[in-house]
């Protein structure tokens, strides 16, 4: 298997030569080699940024013309659309299904950040004085983008389209475990129309990302993965005094109060964790159940959580795939260990391996809900991304929204329930970026997203997404024939 080049100021490199694998964790066999960046190379991508963005054919191309760009964006990944998912799927183990609903989304995004990018309008602020005064945006520079490994279509396209959208050059390093989307990309943005460098992608582990977030050029930074992960990028930003966007962890609470349609909150509670193998920031691993209709619903749960199709990601039938590394499966298998030899948690389901000549090659992990008595256990507080969930009795409104909030993560929330003041009071009550009432994980690109407390800053997504990766500059023009009165006359 020929070995994959990265992207370099439109030039494709292998580097000193050195590569690195991708597994696909359905079976354990060979995904893609990559050649892996070095800092050299990082720095030679964030100067070929900085000398694109400064370039006056990109800083002064009209609005209007580099939707026209984002747009032939979106045409290619439509084009391209089955070999992008089939990349995708041997490169983390996503199922087909799922892939293709992610490229309509990142389709979805492009376009969406090509209107915005024609559309964004400037303000004139109504004036204090003999003047006018307007308010106008410009470009940041050159943006570190960093993703995570769970669902590198929908990731890479939300990092590049608003950042080229906000006329910025853009430097993508994408997971080490999922390579292969990034690169893509990076030959979808030249047969754009984008100038080389505008969007440059290298590829590697924890060296190649210290680099790129620590280089001196770099003017903000935008990254998507867990939050341990997050605080060393933010502390780098921090450092420098730039700005960055961090979209982290979560433990986000799923809620089916007792007069909820039962229903549909099974189904979206086994959708809220299981779907993507559970690993999703804004999956609702916190499964809280009102007290009068425990017993009731719990083994209804159970047995749809029983219920599900683990198997291929290439079978239309398959609800849970394997998750995205043999690594991310230990990770996920230590903190199940931990459930099963707590005294305050009970196994309810699965909590091993689930094996079958299809099976027994890739990383599956079988659907496991635990039943815990101590909402401060260690997993029901840390995040596990994987297909975990923990369920949580409660009495009342009050005892639930102390224990919702009783974590350092906000990123979303869920709330199952027929009366719509308690969904309102719910909604308000519980610290969260992103909330459903009776549905779970539905977005589009036009909403913004993001978390509170250490489920990170900033947000994507939206106007407020794009505006992001935009300066303010404020200008005020005299109108007055009298010069300035000053000094002071006595």
């Keep these: 298997m020929e070995a994959k080049k990265f992207l370099v100021n439109g030039e494709w490199r292998s580097g000193r030569g050195d590569t690195f694998e991708s597994i696909n964790p359905a079976d354990g066999s060979l995904a893609g080699i990559v050649y892996s960046a070095t800092p050299k190379d990082v720095d030679d991508a964030v100067r070929g940024g900085v000398a694109a963005s400064e370039d006056p054919a990109w800083r002064d191309m009209p609005a209007h013309k580099r939707a026209v760009i984002l747009n032939r964006f979106a045409d290619l990944i439509h084009r391209d659309r089955d070999m992008l998912c089939e990349l995708q799927t041997r490169d983390n183990g996503k199922t087909i299904q799922e892939g293709y609903q992610h490229i309509e989304g990142a389709v979805q995004k492009f376009r969406y950040c090509a209107a915005v990018c024609e559309t964004l309008e400037s303000t004139l602020m109504p004036p204090r004085g003999d003047y006018f005064v307007y308010k106008t945006y410009e470009p940041m520079g050159v943006i570190a983008s960093m993703t995570a490994f769970n669902s590198p279509i929908l990731h890479e396209a939300g990092k590049i ?152 990601p290439r079978d239309p039938s398959t609800a849970v795939a394997p998750v995205a590394s043999f690594r991310q499966r230990d990770s996920i298998e230590h903190f199940i260990e931990m459930g099963k030899s707590d005294p305050k948690v009970k196994l309810l389901c699965g909590g091993d391996r689930p094996s079958g000549p299809d099976l027994d090659k890739g990383a599956y992990v079988a659907p496991t809900l635990f039943e815990v008595s101590d909402h401060k256990c260690a997993i029901a507080q840390e995040e596990i991304f994987g297909p975990v969930g923990v369920i949580i009795r409660f009495d009342d409104e009050a005892d639930l929204v102390q224990m919702a909030n009783d974590t350092v993560f906000g990123l979303s929330l869920g709330v199952w329930t027929e009366n719509y003041r308690k969904a309102m009071r719910t909604v308000r009550a519980i610290k969260a970026g992103t909330v459903w009432v009776n549905t779970h994980k539905i977005g589009q690109p036009s909403v913004p997203m993001g978390g509170f407390k250490e489920s990170g800053i900033g947000r994507e997504n939206g106007i407020d997404g794009i505006l992001e990766y935009l300066q303010i500059k404020n200008t005020y023009w005299n109108l007055s024939e009298k010069q300035i009165a000053w000094p002071p006359r006595g």
Aim: aromatic content about 6%; charged content about 15%; glycine content about 12%.
């Design 161 to 312: 389209a608003p950042a080229v959208a906000a006329g910025n050059a853009v430097v993508l390093k994408s997971s080490e475990f999922t390579p292969l989307i990034g690169l893509e990309y990076g030959r979808l943005a030249l047969e754009a129309g984008l100038p080389p460098g505008i969007v440059n992608v290298v590829t590697g582990g924890v060296e190649v990302g210290a680099a790129l977030v620590n280089h001196p050029a770099i003017n903000m930074i935008a990254f998507t993965g867990g939050t341990k992960t997050g605080r060393i990028v933010g502390h780098a930003a921090a450092e420098r005094i730039i700005p960055c966007i961090l979209e982290l962890g979560g433990k986000s609470p799923n809620i089916v109060f007792e007069d909820a349609n039962l229903d549909h909150a099974v189904a979206g509670m086994i959708y809220g964790i299981f779907s993507n193998a559970g690993q999703s920031c804004i999956a609702g691993s916190r499964i809280f159940v009102q007290a009068s209709i425990y017993d009731k619903f719990v083994p209804r749960l159970v047995e749809a959580a029983k219920a599900l199709n683990v198997g291929s």
